[in-house]
């Protein structure tokens, strides 16, 4: 029927089901009941928790029809989906670059503009986006989040992680 019963106290943004308020309420309060054990991280939704988790278990359940690479989220999909349509309607104007995510051409942009809007409050280093930030404050934590399932060594950085993974398996890719 498109009826929205239930309403926010807060803001007045109204909701179908009652789960949708709850999950919304979470925004105000700023409560994060999922909490991943390994890397510290809080999440407000079960759905945002499960597919942090992949990245540890290594599960990607979304594999693309045409190439078969898989991922860990519809939304990182179809993102990857859009590289076979060759579809970027985000042009910029400074050096005619263009991207398929509003997010990868705003990133972009502060290269032309110099702006690094998150600075680490610790040492004063700043940075364009702010997953930089958050892997950079691990150089000042000593956070190892990436443990190697073979042996005992851990890695602050995915990509070194997957890197000192390839000693196991033997493969290399770029030969």
Same mark, same amino acid.
């Given at each position: 029927? &498109?009826?929205?019963?239930? &309403?926010?106290?807060?803001?007045?943004?109204?909701?179908?089901?009652?789960?949708?308020?709850?999950?919304?309420? !979470?925004?105000?309060?700023?409560?994060?009941?999922?909490?991943?054990?390994? /890397?510290?991280?809080?999440?407000?939704?079960? +759905?945002?928790?499960?597919?942090?988790?992949?990245?540890?278990? =290594?599960?990607? %359940?979304?594999?693309?029809? +045409?190439? =078969?690479?898989?991922?860990?989220?519809?939304?990182?999909?179809?993102?990857?989906?859009?590289?076979?349509?060759?579809?970027?309607? /985000?042009?910029?104007?400074?050096?005619? *670059?263009?991207?398929?995510?509003?997010?990868?051409?705003?990133?972009?942009?502060? +290269?032309?503009? @110099?702006?690094? %809007?998150?600075?680490?409050?610790?040492? =004063?280093?700043?940075? !364009?986006?702010?997953?930089?930030? !958050?892997?950079?404050? !691990?150089?000042?934590? @000593?956070? *190892? %989040?990436?443990?190697?399932?073979?042996?005992?060594?851990?890695?602050?950085?995915?990509?070194?992680?997957? +890197?000192?993974?390839?000693?196991?398996? =033997?493969?290399?890719? /770029?030969?």
């Amino acid at each position: 029927t &498109g009826e929205k019963p239930y &309403g926010c106290k807060q803001c007045g943004k109204v909701f179908r089901v009652a789960s949708q308020l709850k999950m919304h309420e !979470r925004t105000h309060t700023g409560e994060k009941p999922y909490e991943c054990k390994l /890397y510290g991280k809080a999440l407000s939704r079960l +759905i945002s928790f499960r597919r942090h988790m992949r990245m540890h278990t =290594g599960e990607r %359940p979304h594999k693309c029809k +045409i190439c =078969g690479k898989a991922f860990y989220s519809p939304s990182s999909l179809q993102t990857h989906e859009k590289t076979h349509t060759g579809e970027k309607p /985000y042009k910029c104007m400074p050096c005619g *670059k263009a991207f398929n995510l509003s997010s990868s051409f705003r990133y972009h942009e502060r +290269i032309h503009t @110099g702006e690094k %809007p998150y600075e680490c409050k610790q040492c =004063g280093k700043a940075f !364009r986006s702010a997953s930089h930030l !958050r892997v950079h404050g !691990r150089t000042h934590t @000593g956070e *190892k %989040p990436y443990e190697c399932k073979q042996c005992v060594k851990s890695f602050s950085y995915s990509a070194t992680h997957r +890197i000192h993974e390839r000693t196991h398996t =033997g493969e290399k890719p /770029y030969e």
